[in-house]
């Protein structure tokens, strides 16, 4: 369960958005370009520091400035697949995916035997060797959405999943994506500016517009 | 492409006279019978392999220290940043003897630290270290210069997804980080040791030159042009490839395609 009250300015942008996200629950934030959909995420994962407010992950506070609590992103246990991907260009799939298992202290083999799952499961299992310059765009996203969910986050944030496929690829990936979300058991909040692509995936939708939810 | 005019035909054809008549004549008037024996002498051996060990180590301590000093001034945005940048980009720009002497009136006996460095009983003139030393305060600026030019090519959202992955920022610099910036790297690297290797003013202002101590291989190609003109010769050939070399191995970066 995500319970979050969200205060930051960033440039032109000011954010005040509360959200509450249950276990199972898929809430899908759609809006124009900089109405601060990422934003969202990334004070969510920790990327980025609230001015005021709170986030709470299961009873867990991440976020609360009045009181000084600030967990760093490396300590949340939040999954996202980013925008653009963002897969380390040096790595292989396999090792991409593996890179938060090890980062958390699991050796070597053993993050890699369940990263070649978590690629299997999201029916990326062949391309576990390749580099992320030779994947498509669909393999891409698939491959990222390994290397969120092998974490077993609480949390998965998803920023534009179905951005920039063609159209064959972005179906394929919308099922893909249904099924994924319908077996994961904490708390999902993407980010999309598709309003077809948030129905199709999203339990609940929110537009938001100028930092603040559109009434 | 275009047609060259006659009047920009000519000057360029100056220019490019001007580095490559001393480069083919330095290859055409060696003694090439000659050139083992001349490399083979004491002197030769000597100048070489100190050449080697002091551009060595002055490459490693300019990775040691540069590589981190390239990363905060790409990176964090501190007061002094830009004034920071100049200072460390000077000596690029400066007469290396004047690095020399800077360094004596540093390091020296009367220097600044050289008192605080004398009741640790260390002495860098007129000493090897002070070679290595000298070499890398003319060198580190090549390497921090191409590093830092590495780190901000690194699209900052990598390291953000590697933090937001779990990664602490000592793993994230060394899984994302540093691997992204190696090509960077190698090149300022490159850059760095072949400057070291050709550092001529500071060194001989700064550590003097004793044979099988401080006089490098620069060093000796100059002494040895009054007693013996052919193993000068062989020496500098032996730089021009090194240099050579190094070009080569930068031609991605420099040379384009």
């Not at chain 2, 992955?165 to 760095?192: E, H, Q, S, W, Y």
Request: proline share 6%; net charge positive; charged share 20%.
């Amino acid at each position: 369960m995500l319970e979050a009250r969200l205060e930051l300015s960033l440039g032109e942008l000011e954010l005040r958005l509360d959200l509450s996200v249950g276990a199972g629950e898929v809430l899908a934030l759609v809006g124009p370009n900089g109405a601060g959909k990422t934003t969202t995420l990334r004070a969510l994962a920790g990327a980025l520091r609230l001015d005021a407010g709170r986030i709470a992950l299961d009873g867990r506070v991440l976020d609360e400035p009045a009181r000084g609590t600030f967990v760093p992103p490396e300590a949340r246990a939040v999954g996202m697949a980013f925008q653009d991907r963002l897969l380390f260009p040096h790595l292989t799939a396999l090792d991409n995916v593996a890179f938060g298992l090890e980062a958390r202290g699991l050796g070597r083999l053993a993050a890699q035997a369940r990263a070649r799952e978590a690629l299997a499961r999201v029916g990326a299992g062949g391309l576990a060797g390749r580099r992320p310059a030779a994947l498509s765009g669909g393999q891409a996203q698939r491959v990222a959405l390994a290397r969120a969910l092998v974490l077993a986050p609480r949390l998965l944030l998803l920023d534009e999943p179905l951005a920039a496929l063609d159209t064959l690829a972005r179906e394929a990936l919308r099922d893909e994506l249904r099924r994924q979300l319908a077996g994961f058991a904490g708390a999902t909040v993407l980010v999309s500016h598709d309003a077809d692509d948030a129905k199709a995936l999203a339990t609940r939708t929110l537009h938001i517009e100028a930092g603040r939810v559109e009434s | 492409m275009s047609r060259a005019p006659r009047l920009l035909l000519v000057p360029a054809l100056v220019a490019a006279g001007l580095i490559g008549v001393p480069l083919v004549a330095l290859v055409v008037r060696a003694p090439w019978p000659e050139l083992s024996r001349a490399l083979a002498g004491d002197e030769a051996r000597n100048a070489l392999g100190l050449s080697l060990v002091c551009s060595l180590s002055a490459t490693a301590l300019s990775l040691v220290f540069g590589v981190p000093l390239a990363w905060l001034l790409a990176r964090v945005d501190f007061p002094g940043r830009r004034l920071l940048r100049a200072l460390v980009t000077l000596p690029m720009v400066l007469p290396p003897v004047v690095g020399g002497v800077a360094l004596l009136l540093a390091f020296g006996r009367r220097g600044l630290l050289g008192g605080a460095l004398g009741a640790l009983g260390i002495q860098l003139p007129f000493t090897t270290a002070g070679a290595v030393l000298a070499e890398t305060f003319v060198a580190l600026p090549f390497l921090v210069v191409a590093a830092e030019a590495g780190f901000r090519q690194i699209d900052p959202r990598f390291e953000e997804a590697a933090a937001v992955l779990g990664a602490k920022p000592g793993f994230a610099l060394r899984r994302v980080t540093l691997p992204l910036a190696a090509p960077a790297l190698r090149a300022g690297a490159a850059l760095c040791w072949a400057r070291a290797l050709g550092e001529f003013g500071a060194t001989i202002t700064f550590a003097g030159s004793f044979p099988g101590r401080t006089q490098t291989l620069p060093l000796a190609v100059y002494l040895a042009l009054e007693h013996d003109p052919d193993a000068a010769i062989a020496l500098s050939l032996v730089l021009l490839v090194v240099s050579v070399a190094a070009l080569v191995a930068l031609r991605d970066r420099w040379l384009g395609a």
